[in-house]
Nanobody, 118 residues
Framework: QVQVVESGGGLVQAGGSLRLSCAAS????????MGWYRQPPGKQREMVAI???????NYADSVKGRFTIARDYAKNTVYLQMNSLKPEDTARYYC????????????WGQGTQVTVSS
């Protein structure tokens, strides 16, 4: 049973930083892609950042230049460094992992709440 568990959310003031962590049960080498999604209050879930096994990273336009996704293969963990946070970044953030090269993620975490105050 594959599990991905998020941590690192919290309350931060606008302009501040947070680092989210996503720990996988077992090697993350088996995943073609791992990424972060978020669901703001009353809105649909959206992609934030995805890291592929080929080394590429894709970001939502709204977070480019502020967020960075990174993998640590030794720790089987994926991070999302979030800088210059804005109130509109407030959401529940989910980690996801995908085995194939395309399609929807196969595994999802329970999420971690990020709240940015103005």
């Amino acid at each position: 049973q594959v599990q991905v568990v998020e941590s690192g959310g919290g309350l931060v003031q606008a302009g501040g930083s947070l680092r989210l962590s996503c720990a996988a049960s077992g090697s993350i080498l088996r995943f073609n892609a791992m990424g972060w999604y978020r669901q703001p209050p009353g809105k649909q879930r959206e992609m934030v950042a995805i890291s592929t096994s080929s080394g590429t990273a894709n970001y939502a336009d709204s977070v480019k230049g502020r967020f960075t996704i990174a993998r640590d293969y030794a720790k089987n963990t994926v991070y999302l460094q979030m800088n210059s946070l804005k109130p509109e970044d407030t959401a529940r953030y989910y980690c996801a992992a995908r085995i194939r090269t395309m399609g929807e993620p196969n595994y999802w975490g329970q999420g971690t709440q990020v709240t940015v105050s103005s």
